[in-house]
């Protein structure tokens, strides 16, 4: 076989951060099953323990770590930490985020009444910790050489969608900062660090819930059923979904694939809606 066409993970070592939610603990467990050593990193620490405990029992290899995004002497100290119990770090998932009710407009709340304080909170989740992460555990490539970065960004990063102002902002600037700090790590350290992004169409979460259903029934709300109307695929996404392309930007089979975002979204980004 020809050297690098592998999807060979074994023995890697990865963080996730947001390890500790139901997209990146699915990852976290997908890596695990391919042989990858985890870190999980979640600002709640219950839960990332949860999800390194299930991979324990699984026969797999992962701790948990307690880790605020926003705290680079944290990010820090979890760094060393890691380091030292794994010996480096190969693999980067930054996957902590979110959205709040109150940085989304609603028939409450107007675009003129979002507070500055809810828009920022949710631009620094999004876009300031994922920049940090990069820094802080990105900066431990550079002695080898190597290493990949997945950043998670999101459909709204292609087309904004209403309601959202900050979400959709946050986003865009994670796709527009993955391509910078690909072209950055080529230019200026090495080639075999690589740096992508995916981008998740619609997946039912707790951050999303209050948009797309209704809280006293769960039935769709009319968000939810435009949602739908305009995914191909006819459904929400399945954690499960998001797997295949993450195991293939992290394996040497991605080695030539640099700088991009790929949608995972059930066709809903080629949609025109006609």
Known sequence: MTRGFSFDLLDKVAVITGGGGVLCGTMARALAE?????????????AARKVAEQIDEAGGEAMAFAADVLDRQGLEEVCSE????????????NGAGGNKARASTSSDLDFFDLSEDDVRWVFDLNFSGMFLTCQVFGKTFLERGEGVIVNISSVNAFRPLTR?????????????????????????????IRVNAIAPGFFLTEQN???????????????????????PM???????????????????????????VIPVDGGF?????V
């Open 234 to 260: 006819g459904r929400f996404g399945a954690p499960e979904d998001l797997v295949g392309t993450v195991l293939w930007l992290v394996s040497p089979m991605a080695a030539f694939v640099h700088g991009v």
């Open 269 to 273: 980004s080629a949609f025109g809606g």
């Open 82 to 93: 890691v380091v030292s119990e794994f010996g480096r770090v190969d693999i980067l998932i």
């Open 34 to 46: 391919h042989g990858v050593r985890g870190a999980v990193l979640d600002l709640r620490e219950e």
């Open 209 to 231: 819930r209050f948009l797309l259903t209704e809280e006293s029934s769960g039935a769709l709300t009319d968000r939810g059923e435009g949602i739908i109307a305009h995914t």
């Open 164 to 192: 959202i102002p900050a979400y959709s902002a946050a986003k865009a600037a994670v796709s527009n900062f993955t391509q910078w700090l690909a072209v950055h790590m080529a230019q200026n350290y090495s080639t075999r």
